[in-house]
């Protein structure tokens, strides 16, 4: 049975390039005229020459944050590696109380994918054939 939610997609090319992509499943109940993370660049989406992000959770937190562009800022400000920029990141959400997670790919094709939440559904595919799907 299909379950709403988001669905994150980020990708390096063969030339370098770096690509991100969010779809939200949107919040149950929701209150008239609220606007998650997700359209909004930088918050919930995000890619440039260094990182592409994409989050899902509760995206007031991310918003607040400004959780995408930052794991970039993370890397570029501190010469940090994805790893640690991805869990800094994730760490302020968890400070804040927000819940959710994130997957993220930086120029060098490694693959992060930090959450804070009891489970979350991931994976990541490459060229060379290697294929790995997450549940919790």
């Known amino acids: 049975e299909l379950q709403p939610g988001?669905?994150?997609?980020?990708?390096?090319?063969?030339?370098?390039?770096l690509a991100a992509a969010t779809s939200t499943g949107g919040l149950l109940n929701k209150?008239?005229?609220?606007l998650g993370d997700t359209p909004i660049i930088g918050a919930g989406t995000w890619a440039d020459e260094r990182v592409a992000v994409s989050c899902?959770?509760?995206?007031?937190?991310?918003?607040?944050?400004?959780a995408a562009s930052d794991v970039s800022a993370r890397i570029r400000y501190t010469r940090?590696?994805?790893a640690n920029a991805t869990a800094c990141v994730l760490e302020d959400i968890s400070l804040l109380g927000g819940q959710g997670g994130l997957i993220a790919i930086d120029r060098?094709?490694?693959?992060?994918?930090?959450?804070?939440?009891i489970s979350m559904k991931r994976?990541?595919?490459?060229?060379?054939?290697?294929f790995e799907v997450k549940v919790f």
């Open 56 to 66: 899902a959770g509760q995206g007031e937190y991310f918003m607040r944050v400004n």
């Open 123 to 130: 994976g990541f595919a490459t060229y060379r054939g290697e």
């Open 31 to 34: 209150p008239p005229g609220r």
């Open 6 to 17: 988001t669905v994150g997609a980020v990708a390096l090319d063969s030339e370098g390039r």
């Open 108 to 117: 060098l094709g490694r693959v992060s994918m930090p959450f804070n939440t």
């Open 80 to 82: 940090s590696d994805l």
